[in-house]
């Protein structure tokens, strides 16, 4: 406690955070906190998620406004709906002991009325998402005149999702003269640039990379074929039977595939990404907190606001395009001094982003084996042995017993004990019966197809008015890829080259198989020319006609038919059954009741 009062706390902001059982401050705030209060100034801190942010500006706020005016002296963007109640909840109690204190969320998906009357009753401090302030003030509801202090929390976030237009929108509204304090996790170019807008000489604070947490994390790669994902994702399924996990996929797209799929495979998933209703979203969230779900598909900005303790594994399903956001997803298990295990499937192209993230986080990935069916029937049957040892006897089937033992009476113990697990496992066995192996070998051919790419002709270029910057962004929004899965764009007057990882090949080819521009229809071809110089090339070729996707067929329609041998070998023989081995009650997969 003396340790908060040594930054410059007022006794009621010490009494407030000695009733949330604060004793130490967080490095952010120790370093944040004293140069906020003691001067006006901006500020541009890069902390990752879970070191305390919100208090590290949240005290200099509530101690520097002046809690008998009612006008709105501060304001806080954030990102989500989620984070901005979560912030919203901090400053109500952080400030308790400030009478007459108005804190108010503003945020889309709720009743706009309501909030503007909240607003009217005078809010010192306005918490609010860019996209529903922005409209409030548009129609007049919101005066932010005369706030002095500007607060751009999780700023990457905001920007990945696409607010800079409406941040710019709302500052432009706000005095010139106030002092704007930015928080991100990451330092990307879309940030500075931000800070350079609209910030002078900000005072830059750093703290550690490490997350909360973190030590208490293990991570994992699985190497596998691109087109293994999802058995792969299911198999490490299987093979924890109590998982309680965050899957993290890259786009809204995958994210709501992936939970479709394994829902349909009999999983109890779900997606939560930004294109559900604030009421879905709820809902999810509602029954993953209850462990009715345990396995939560998410897109990374979607997964902010997961605040839940106790979560075992978080799989990322696909690598982020950014490899400081793997710390935040990890940083999702491990929490309150448990153990956790951050899982990375993984195809022989992304292996050098493990490499990547392992300088990052300054820790070794171990590289593990996805479990052979065979392992996972007996983990399985395991689990169930244990699930039937643990079991309190329910005396509601007394009535039923004397029937049942005489349907049962000629078996010994063992005979039964064995019928019990056929009818349990058969279906399971099955399934992963003849199962293949699903581990891409490490060989050499990892470090050449590492290199490996696609190079592909396309007919539009400077002519259509794009530059590479342009065409690269315009081949990402279509494609719906990563920063950095569209590289060597090359735009000629007429036409231009690109490049993306061979498992980006099938994708690319299919969206531009009957794709027009402004009517003119656009061609998109395998390049011969690999956009790479060097003798590799007529191997690269090669190789790659060979593979099982290769180039032109691709484009005659093959897609369906690809997509289907995703799925269990056995899909079509009995769905539900066969595709859920463990359905009907290994408990892996049941509701667990809390
Ligand atoms: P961030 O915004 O950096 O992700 P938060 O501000 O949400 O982090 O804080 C994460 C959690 O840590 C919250 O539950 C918060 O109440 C708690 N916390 C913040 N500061 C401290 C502190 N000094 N001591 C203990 N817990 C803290
Ligand atoms: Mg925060």
Known sequence: ?????????????????ADMGFETPSEVQEKAIPILLDRETDMVSLAQTGTGKTAAFGFPMLQKIDVKSRTTQGLILSPTRELCLQITNEMIAYGKYMPGLNVTAIYGGASITDQARQIKKG?????????????????????????????????????????????????????????????????PKEVSTIAKKFMHTP?????????????????????V??????????????????????IFCRTKRDTQKVAEKLIEDGYNAAA???????????????????????????????????????????IHYQLPDETEVYNHRSGRTGRAGKTGISMVIVSKSELRKIHTI??????????????????????????LANNIKDTEINPEINPYLPNINEVLEDFSKEELIKKVFSVEFSRFLNYYKNSKD????????????????????????????????????????????????????????????????????????????????DGRHINVEISKDSGRSGRDRGKKRSSRSGSDRGGRSDRKGNFKKRGSSDKPAFKGKSRRGANRPDSKGTGGRRRRKS
């Open 225 to 246: 074929n691109a087109r293994d994902r999802y058995n792969a994702l299911k198999r490490l399924a299987d093979a924890n039977p109590n998982i309680f996990s965050v």
């Open 438 to 517: 699903l581990n891409a070998a490490a060989d050499k051919s990892s470090a050449d197809s590492s290199k490996d790419t696609t190079r592909y002709f396309i007919n539009i270029g400077g002519k259509d008015d794009f530059d590479w910057m342009s065409l690269k962004d315009f081949l990402r929004d279509l494609l719906q890829l990563g920063k950095d899965d569209v590289y060597k764009v090359d735009v000629k007057d007429s036409f231009s080259f690109f490049n993306t990882d061979p498992d980006k090949q099938e994708l690319v080819l299919n969206v531009f198989k009957d794709f027009k521009l």
């Open 123 to 187: 809010a010192q401090i306005i918490v609010a998402t860019p996209g529903r302030m922005k409209d409030m003030i548009g129609r007049g509801m919101i005066d932010i005149s005369k706030i002095e202090y500007c607060v751009l929390d999780e700023a990457d976030e905001m920007l990945n999702m696409g607010f800079y237009e409406d941040i710019t929108e709302i500052l432009s509204h706000s005095p010139k003269d106030k002092s704007t304090w930015l928080f991100s996790a990451t330092m």
């Open 203 to 223: 005072v830059e604070i750093t703290v550690g990379t490490k997350n909360v947490g973190s030590d208490q994390v293990s991570h994992e790669y699985y190497l």
């Open 358 to 383: 392992e300088r990052m986080i300054q820790k070794k990935f171990v590289s593990k084996e996805i479990p052979s069916g065979m392992e996972i029937c007996e983990v399985q049957m395991f689990h």
């Open 272 to 314: 939560l990404h930004g294109d559900l209703s604030q009421s879905q979203r709820d809902t999810v969230m509602k029954s993953f907190r209850a462990r009715q779900i345990q396995m939560l598909v998410a897109t990374d900005v979607a997964a902010r606001g997961i605040d839940v303790d106790d979560i075992t594994h978080v």
């Open 1 to 17: 406690m003396t340790a908060f009062k040594a930054l410059g706390l007022e006794e009621h902001l010490l009494n407030a955070i």
